[in-house]
């Protein structure tokens, strides 16, 4: 667990998760998956900074002063490491679901493939006739 204490609140980071603080408002609990995108306003002499965090839920800012620059920087490499490891694995699952979807097709287009040989050597070895030959593979390919 990694927490990143600003000026005005915090965030606190676990391996699946994480929780915005902020002072005087609710906390947010969110999942990585939750997370879309993460902003950063640096501060400044005379100006605070603040990381700002979109998730589905929201926006939601976390204030910190300039002697706290390194460690939010920090943060936003930390969470925009988190969105492009998440979309990678979702984009990979995405693939995978879809190969499971075309692969009970490849399969049985090769069984009916398959079948036409076994009919076609029957037909060769004088087993069934032409015509017996002709409705299995109509049978075969309608299916």
Not at 96 to 125: H, R
Request: overall charge positive; some cysteine.
């Amino acid at each position: 667990m990694k927490e990143y204490k600003g000026w005005m609140g915090k965030v606190i980071l676990d391996e699946v998760s994480f929780v915005v603080e902020r002072s005087g408002k609710n906390h947010v609990f969110c999942t990585y998956e939750d997370l879309y995108s993460v902003e950063i306003k640096k501060a400044k002499i005379v100006a605070n900074g603040y990381i700002r965090i979109i998730t589905r839920a929201g926006k939601y800012d976390v204030y910190y002063t300039v002697g706290m620059q390194d460690l939010f920087n920090e943060l936003f490499r930390v969470l925009n490491g988190i969105i492009s490891e998440t979309k990678r694995i979702n984009k990979e699952n995405k693939m995978a679901q879809v190969a499971q979807e075309v692969a009970p097709k490849v399969v049985s287009q090769s069984s009916i493939a398959d079948e036409l040989l076994k009919f076609k050597q029957l037909y060769d070895a004088g087993v069934i006739t032409l015509q017996e030959f002709e409705d299995m593979k109509r049978q075969l390919l309608r299916s």
